[in-house]
């Protein structure tokens, strides 16, 4: 009963975090539980065990989760008796491990990512035994995550903890330090995933629905006039990358091919254009500055390949700085991976 107290109060102090930190990142809240089985060090004397636990967390940076575990396992003693009673374990003992760590979420795809954590664990035992020591150390954790919806995510994990006793003197038999081994598996739940709008979501989201109406599907780019009044260039067409890639999907050549059709014809000589590459919001915000300069080069490449001249078109990109769509979906990453053809005169 005092471990589930124990366990109580620190799931509710590490959802009172975003208090503050929170607050500044707007960031997520998880909570989750899972099944366990450790296998114990030899000098502990202890049969492997399975139990299970829970969690409870926040994400103090983007992808990076403080998190605290608590599971427990009734395990049962594998030292044989010595015929003094005194001294006799019992045949089990009861196993609460405490976890603390920092936990990096580094994305491998739109629905899975890699989980890399260390911190301190503190292993305790709740009843009466000689063997196996009360300690704590560093632990280690490496396993992965799928999302399965924006909220509901698998988890599954290796993990390692070096446990130094805190009486090594204890009688009749000294305490070792040594390493518990532990695979777990379970399911993770969180709150608070989406981001806040804000004016520029408004403008970027405005934006979106203009360029539907302003595509080449529905203009001619001769009949587009861009004037002085005219708040930004007209975006006259976009097209969709995969996750991670800059290739030049089927779907997106017919569209660079109707408009690079249009800019080859007399009367659309004098246009200009500026491709801009775009990424969700996976990864370093460097590598998607890289990433989105080279779906624009690989979208000015084909354009100039049928006919457009390499002059009229101007590669950039926005990295993940001007998305038109929450990153916090699968369908909003989706549209986010973009490059944007926009005439400039």
């Not at 296998?39 to 998190?67: C, M």
């Not at 491990?97 to 292993?123: C, E, F, H, M, Q």
């Not at 403008?203 to 004037?227: E, K, Q, S, W």
């Amino acid at each position: 009963m005092r471990t589930l107290t124990k366990f109580v109060f620190s799931a509710s102090l590490a959802l009172a975090l975003p208090a503050s930190a929170f607050a500044q990142r707007q960031g997520a809240i998880e909570v989750g539980g899972f099944g366990r089985f450790t296998k114990f060090a030899d000098t502990l004397q202890l049969k492997s065990a399975a139990g299970g636990g829970g969690r409870a967390g926040i994400y103090v940076w983007k992808n990076w989760l403080a998190e605290m575990e608590l599971s427990y396992a009734d395990v049962d003693v594998s030292r044989p008796r010595t015929g003094n009673i005194g001294y006799d374990t019992l045949n089990k003992v009861s196993d609460a491990l405490w976890s603390y760590r920092l936990t990096y979420n580094a994305p491998l795809s739109d629905r899975v990512k890699l989980l890399i954590g260390g911190g301190y664990s503190y292993d305790s035992y709740g009843r009466v035994r000689v063997v196996a020591p009360r300690g704590g150390g560093p632990s280690g954790l490496v396993g992965l995550r799928f999302l399965l919806n924006d909220r509901l995510s698998a988890r599954i994990e290796g993990t390692g903890t070096y446990i130094t006793p805190a009486n090594k003197n204890t009688k009749p038999y000294a305490r070792a330090t040594g390493v518990n081994l532990g695979a777990q598996a379970g399911l993770s739940l969180s709150f608070f995933t989406r981001e806040r709008a804000t004016k520029h979501d408004t403008v970027t989201i405005t934006t979106a629905g203009r360029m539907m109406h302003d595509t080449i599907y529905v203009t001619r780019i001769d009949t587009v006039r861009i004037t002085a009044k005219s708040p930004e260039p007209i975006v006259i067409g976009a097209i969709n990358f995969a996750f991670n890639k800059s290739d030049i999907t089927p779907e997106a050549k017919v569209i660079l091919d109707k408009i690079s059709a249009s800019f080859v014809d007399p009367t659309n000589a004098s246009r200009t254009m500026t491709v801009t590459g775009n990424t969700d919001a996976i990864g370093s915000e460097r590598y998607n500055e890289k990433l989105g300069q080279d779906r624009a080069d690989q979208a000015k490449a084909y354009l100039v390949s049928k006919g457009v001249a390499e002059s009229r078109i101007i590669a950039r990109t926005a990295g993940k700085k001007d998305p038109i769509a929450p990153n916090t979906t699968d369908n909003g990453r989706a549209t986010n991976r973009r490059v944007l053809i926009m005439l400039t005169n």
